[in-house]
């Protein structure tokens, strides 16, 4: 009787519960707010069939995600409920000598029934759905390939940083967090300098730019911002999707631009251009640096919090545990830490949104192809059926960037520049 009115079992059920709830009603309402008729800033850019393809592409892709996650939540409910930890602990004790090697193999044993019950899933948004709009060009050999590298990533990358943190733990009694917190932030900026050139590669080819008026203009832009960079690359995305997009990888002189193929396929060299000088705002407005010193603080506020939560009896007895553990306490604090980090998440999502006003201003200011700019925004809307109408509430807890509309309502409203299209 005393598992069943356990504090930390309620909290954790109306946590997951709660969670999926919200997501359907958020989801439902998006899905209603689709609007049947083409906004105005829209027409000549789709047509009716296209626009209601876009529309239900939403649908299928809304659906599809509340059914996958519905059953990945009552999994995990059943999971713990049957004592499913419990017999991952025993098999990880028997398995092994020492705290570290028992963490490292009960929280891999546990990846991996969550990567296999996910594996489905995956299967079925690349092959069913992205192949039903035209979007994929994922082969079974690159799908699979992919998955395995990301396994090994996981042990790899994974393995060592939990392994740490067991260790610091185990080793620095009330001050462990803070070691913690300094560990994962180095390792963290270590693998943000390295990912471009040894993690990125793995699944993507970077080749450079050719010379030609697009890399010229790129470089002369660069160069008028006092932007440093390591180079322009182009990243072949269409061994995977059609769909389109750019970004920026790495910090200072190793700073490296990335144009997936597929946009270069379909805009102009004032629209690339516009889009990277976007991007480039990000960095000269210190966005990134802001986002990762957000991330840091969040991170040792995680760890602090964490540190009361070690070995916490009542916390194990919500999952059925006969012994207590760094490793488990580790892994039974995620879910707890859930709510806490849905509120730092909308918060960190206001901040992008308004991020990515003062990029989009940047871009306009400091290129000044206004129309150009608000050109490629839509195209990139309409090659990736971009959803036109969010719900406020959908993007208010989940956008990183706001509605396209809003974007091209605050990019006509900025002053005009020389140089600028009529």
């Known amino acids: 009787m005393e598992f069943f009115v356990n504090l930390y079992l309620f909290i954790i059920l109306f946590v ?3 969670e999926y709830i919200l997501d359907v009603v958020v989801n439902i309402l998006n899905v209603h707010a689709a609007s049947p008729f083409l906004p105005s800033e829209f027409e000549g850019y789709y047509d009716a069939e296209k626009y209601r393809k876009s529309q239900a592409y939403l649908r299928d892709n809304t659906f599809f995600g509340l059914a996958k996650e519905g059953l990945i939540t009552t999994a995990v409910v059943v999971f713990m409920l049957a004592g499913g930890f419990q017999y991952v602990d025993n098999l990880a004790r028997r398995w092994t000598q020492g705290s570290i090697e028992a963490g490292l193999v009960f929280a891999g044993l546990l990846v991996l029934f969550s990567q296999v019950l996910s594996l489905p899933f995956s299967a079925y948004r690349t092959f069913v759905i992205e192949e039903k709009y035209g979007f994929n060009r994922t082969t079974l050999k690159t799908f699979f390939t992919d998955i395995l590298k990301s396994w090994v990533l996981i042990v790899v990358l ?5 392994a740490c943190v067991i260790w610091f733990f185990e080793s620095f009694g009330f001050f462990a967090w803070l070691y ?3 560990g994962t932030t180095l390792f963290q900026l270590f693998i943000v300098f390295i990912a ?3 993690i990125m590669p793995l699944f993507n080819r970077f080749i450079p730019l050719e010379d030609g008026e697009l890399k010229t203009s790129i470089e002369e832009y660069a160069r008028s911002q006092k932007f440093k960079m390591k180079g322009v690359f182009k990243m072949d995305a269409s061994r995977r999707s059609s769909k389109s997009n750019a970004f920026f990888a790495g910090f200072g002189r190793f700073r490296r631009i990335a144009l997936f193929d597929t946009l270069i396929e379909k805009h102009s060299v004032d629209e690339l251009v516009s889009v990277l000088a976007h991007e480039i705002g990000h960095y000269k407005k210190k966005h990134v640096l802001k986002g990762i010193i957000l991330s840091i603080l969040t991170t040792g506020f995680m760890f602090f919090i964490l540190s009361f939560f070690i070995g916490n009896r009542g916390l194990f007895d ?8 760094v490793y488990a306490s580790l892994v039974f604090f995620g879910f707890l830490f859930t709510p806490i980090n849905f509120i730092f998440s909308i918060f960190s999502h206001v901040l992008s949104r308004k991020y990515e006003y003062e990029a989009d201003a940047f871009a306009v ?3 000044g192809r206004k129309d150009a700019f608000i050109e490629a925004l839509k195209k990139l809307s309409v090659d990736n059926l971009s959803n036109l109408t969010p719900h406020r509430l959908k993007v208010f807890i989940e956008y990183t960037h706001p509605p396209v509309l809003k974007r091209i309502e605050s990019i006509r409203s900025l002053s005009r520049k020389p ?3 009529s």
């Not at 994974?158 to 939990?162: E, M, R």
């Open 318 to 325: 919500a999952f059925r545990m006969k012994e207590t553990s």
């Open 180 to 182: 913690c917190w300094i």
């Open 158 to 162: 994974g393995g060592f940083v939990f």
């Open 365 to 367: 200011e400091t290129y």
């Open 419 to 421: 140089g600028e299209g």
């Open 16 to 18: 997951l519960i709660g």
């Open 196 to 198: 471009p050139v040894t």
